[in-house]
């Protein structure tokens, strides 16, 4: 049985690999978005990463590493979506596994509930297009 272009298993790959890529470029929400708490004269308000200024220069440093790490992977991965370098892709998905997972458990462990509910659901889409991507290997 021959089957439409967007169903045939090498697209479906394409554009699962698209996709994993341009979830990793929605890092970049944690930068932008205001999600990290400021006190100024006795009431909190919302900050993005580029204003936040309560928590210490190391974890600022982490998380800005973190962020730009997991936004360059995803430029890397969308651009290389289109490609067969198959080991690059294996790479670039276990590595962007590994900091998404450390950033997830670096923000719980900060106590920045909302930016690391953003990365848990990134994380969690991240996972359902990699799930998706097996099942059509197999």
């Known amino acids: 049985q021959v089957y439409p272009y967007c169903l045939q298993k090498s697209n479906i790959k394409n554009i699962c690999d698209l996709l994993y890529g341009l979830v990793d470029l929605f890092f970049i929400t944690l930068i932008v978005l205001p999600l990290y708490p400021n006190t100024v004269d006795g009431y909190i308000y919302s900050v993005?990463?580029?204003d936040y200024a309560e928590a210490?220069?190391?974890i600022l440093a982490v998380y800005w590493v973190v962020f730009?790490?997991?936004?360059v992977i995803g430029a890397v991965k969308t651009a290389l979506s289109k490609t067969k370098a198959e080991r690059i892709n294996k790479i670039l998905?276990?590595?962007s596994l590994t900091v998404n997972v450390s950033a997830v458990v670096f923000?719980?462990?900060t106590g920045e509930v909302y930016a690391v509910t953003i990365a848990f659901l990134l994380l969690v889409t991240k996972a359902a297009i990699l799930l998706k991507r097996v099942r059509t290997d197999g």
């Open 68 to 71: 730009i790490l997991l936004i």
């Open 107 to 109: 923000l719980a462990l």
């Open 48 to 50: 993005s990463l580029l």
């Open 56 to 58: 210490s220069p190391w």
């Open 93 to 95: 998905i276990a590595v």
